[in-house]
């Protein structure tokens, strides 16, 4: 039996399992979602003069309970990811050997951005420096509208904004875009535990309820967001006096949105989603520019590196500050509570990341994860956060009553001859940031709810879509502020068991990770004495020498080519590949002597099959002996201008 034929027959066997090729809907976790979101949506309704006194209690729980916990977990997972990055690990592909990046560096990047943090930028650009600068830490001992306040304002702020929520999404997004492109996998959340508890228990009971627990806080993560993004879009069209807040009015920004999301759900990644996300980041940026240079120019220019040294000097701190001697709350309102709404968002952020990351390697993928939003965070946060605090200081924006976190970016525009046409600016940056969240999260719930397929049905999609903005549009008109509080601590309340889940993903990815680097091979050019400019010696003299990493052991290369003419074969002669061995790996054969190469264990992901296009073509389908059909641009291997196959979603 030919390789391609065992594949064939092994692919027709798995084709059985549900989660392979099962229907369109996953029913053990699309079911049990769907009950979860619609009773919680229920009793928050029904019972919603008590919601306020229930969700003060689970947060204090969630908080005093758990939150060292969530410290802990999400440092664990900066480290983890860095750790991939700067070792061997970050040579691995997310996809074939010979892939190469699906889509350019700055549609990735955007794309990423608007998905990861979105409405946020927006909603707490102005409002969390100036409650920083405001009602300092009592832990920095600052005293309120200080200097001291003002300095280390944005620098706290990117503890909860900067490499640490990447890093979340990061461990999600490295370790589905690693078990799908490369080895195969559906494109779902418990995928991530293959290499630690095997397949059969994660096509159970034990899968299903990881993917639920994944929609769950994916859709009500979502829906507040849509809640915050509503009520800031009703703030700046109060302010501007273009419209008083309404019931009607609610319901109709959020059906627009609804709209324009559905529209781009059904063009897909490559059109709607990428044009949407595109056009927004842009228009963010020049908005974010306009106000750099009609604003205090000089000083942003002094602040942006004063608060890049503010972060990295309190990093090593604050990363592990519970606020064990704090009186005053603010790690558990803030730092604790950005912890686990960042962990009840991983599911969603980390598999977009992914879905949009095929090619890239494991260090092009975490350093562009990590380093550029971080940046891009920075420049924002110091534009908005430092100006606002500028014009604070110098008595022009009054926050003598506290912060309105709702209405002070539009307090903060007012300061401007032309705030009226930020103001308009800014709302709309928030409706396509509300749009681009309900596409990305409806994409990524559809795949979830379908068992990690990647082409979904549309009307599902639909479905998602309309589902999150029903459930914002019914909250806020019905339950108001505190209903949507209360959905709020739901969502994060799911990050408990979620980063316990999450740690245990990091250990099963060095498993796999472990024996992909142990089987990497590694190459050299070996030149003939004239390229090399150097007398002639034998060929395998001159290969231990420049072989580093074959320290006393012998290297025969007998019977290969001197120049490239002798060589009839597509591969250059003058590459050699080899792979590094440790002497803790050799073994020696006591009658004669030599060395011999010990077993380096079991592949824990090896051996499996799967009938997804993913299995079709991954790296661990050629590596059994499959073909993969290659493109022209492959063929040539030139990156290709345009993005393959838009139906591939």
């Known amino acids: ?344 968002w991983a599911p969603f952020v980390g598999m977009f990341i992914a879905r949009i990351s095929r090619g890239r390697t494991i260090r092009e993928f975490v350093l562009g994860v990590l380093i550029a939003p971080t940046a891009a965070s920075l420049v924002w946060f110091t534009i908005f956060g430092s100006g606002s605090m500028f014009y604070a200081n110098a008595g022009q924006l009054d926050v003598s009553e506290g912060v309105d976190s709702t209405a002070s970016l539009f307090q903060f525009f007012d300061v401007f001859p032309m705030g009226a046409v930020l103001s308009v600016v800014a709302i709309i940056v928030v409706v396509f940031f509300f749009v681009t969240s309900s596409d990305s999260g409806s994409l990524v719930i559809d795949m979830l709810a379908c068992g990690g397929k990647v082409e979904t049905p549309k009307s599902t999609r639909v479905f998602w879509a309309i589902l999150e903005g029903a459930v914002a549009a019914v909250l806020l008109v019905v339950g108001g502020d505190a209903a949507l509080t209360a959905l709020q601590t739901v969502a994060v309340s799911t990050a408990a068991p979620f980063s316990v889940i999450l740690v245990l993903a990091c250990v099963a990815l060095y498993r796999a990770f472990r024996h992909d680097v142990a089987t990497m091979p590694e190459h050299i050019q070996v030149l003939t004495p004239a390229e090399a400019g150097e007398s002639a010696e034998p060929l395998s003299t001159r290969v231990r020498r420049e072989v580093r990493g074959l320290r006393g052991v012998s290297a025969s290369l007998g019977g290969l080519p001197r120049n490239r003419g002798e060589q009839e074969s597509a591969v250059d002669p003058d590459i050699v590949s080899y792979r590094p061995v440790p002497s803790n790996r050799l073994e020696f054969d006591p009658a004669t002597g030599r060395p011999v190469l010990a077993d380096s264990g079991p592949d824990p992901l090896g051996g499996e099959v799967f009938d997804t296009e993913e299995f079709q073509t991954s790296q661990e389908y050629v590596d059994m002996g499959g073909t993969v059909p290659r493109t022209s641009e492959e063929d040539s291997g030139e990156t290709p201008a345009e993005e393959p196959d838009p139906g591939r979603q």
């Open 1 to 344: 039996m030919t390789a391609d034929a065992k594949l064939t027959g092994t692919a027709d066997e798995a084709a059985e399992t549900e989660l392979s090729a099962g229907s369109a809907i996953l029913k053990p976790v699309f079911i049990p979602a769907a009950i979860v979101i619609v009773s919680l949506i229920a009793l928050v309704l029904l019972f919603r003069e008590q919601t306020e006194d229930l969700t003060a209690v689970l947060n204090k729980a969630i908080t005093d309970g758990v939150g060292w916990w969530y410290v802990i977990a999400v440092n664990i997972f900066l480290v983890f990811v860095l750790f991939c990055a700067f070792t061997k690990i970050g040579r691995i592909r997310l996809g074939r050997d010979d892939e190469r990046p699906e889509f350019s560096v700055i549609s990735w990047f955007m794309m990423l951005f608007s998905a990861g943090m979105g409405i946020g930028l927006v909603f707490f650009g102005v409002a969390e420096p100036l409650s920083n600068y405001v009602l300092p830490p009592e832990a920095h001992e600052n005293a309120p509208m200080s200097i001291g306040a003002a300095q280390d304002s944005v620098g706290l702020m990117m503890l909860q904004w900067g490499l640490h929520p990447w890093g979340i999404y990061a461990v999600v997004g490295l370790g589905i875009a690693y078990m799908s492109f490369r080895r195969g996998r559906p494109l779902a959340v418990r995928w991530l535990l293959e290499p630690l508890i095997g397949r059969k228990c994660v096509e159970g009971w034990m899968g299903h309820t990881i993917d639920a627990v994944a929609i769950i806080g994916t859709l009500f993560g979502i829906a507040t967001s849509f809640g915050f993004g509503v009520t800031q879009i009703m703030a700046g069209l109060e302010f501007l006096g273009i419209a008083e807040s309404s019931s009607g009015l609610i319901i109709g920004v959020i059906a627009v949105v609804t709209a324009v999301a559905l529209w781009s759900v059904l063009s897909g990644v490559h059109k709607g989603l990428k044009w949407l996300s595109n056009f927004n980041m842009s228009l963010a940026a020049l908005l974010a520019l306009v106000v750099f240079l009609i604003g205090p120019t000089i000083f942003l220019l002094q602040a942006i590196p004063l608060n890049a040294g503010s972060y990295l000097s309190q990093l090593p701190v604050n990363a592990l500050h519970t606020g064990a001697w704090s009186t005053d709350g603010w790690e558990a309102a803030w730092t604790i509570g950005y912890w686990g709404w960042w962990t009840s």
